[in-house]
């Protein structure tokens, strides 16, 4: 059974910082895409960031570019989105996804497994 539990969310003041994981578990990890997506209310899912396989190669929403940084470390089945200079618009529900191919897609619904989401409040 496939796992992906995302940790790290929680409260910021505006300017601040914040790094999320997210465990996989059931899958084999360096074999997928992985991505973050978040989803505030009332709108729809957005991707935010995407890593390949080996983590050469990643890709980012306009909307981040410059602030947020997409790792993965395949040792230990874990991705990580680490937030800078977050502003109150960057609040949502963050969610991780794992994607059976070799590039990094923006499309939620090209992704095979996701988390359970985590809340980022970002406050002015």
């Known amino acids: 059974q496939v796992q992906l539990v995302e940790s790290g969310g929680g409260m910021v003041q505006a300017g601040g910082s914040l790094r999320l994981s997210c465990a996989a578990s059931?899958?084999?990890?360096?074999?997928?895409?992985m991505g973050w997506f978040r989803q505030a209310p009332g709108k729809e899912r957005e991707f935010v960031a995407g890593?390949?396989?080996?983590?050469?190669?990643?890709t980012y929403a306009d909307s981040v570019k410059g602030r947020f940084t997409i790792s993965r470390d395949n040792a230990k089945n874990t991705v990580y989105l680490q937030m800078n200079s977050l502003k109150p618009e960057d609040t949502a529900v963050y969610y991780c996804?794992?994607?059976?191919?070799?590039?990094?897609?923006?499309?939620?619904?090209?992704?095979?497994?996701w988390g359970q989401g985590t809340q980022v409040t970002v406050s002015s």
């Open positions: 996804a794992a994607d059976y191919r070799l590039r990094v897609t923006p499309e939620p619904r090209e992704y095979d497994y």
């Open positions: 890593i390949n396989w080996s983590g050469g190669s990643t």
């Open positions: 059931g899958l084999t990890f360096r074999n997928h895409v």
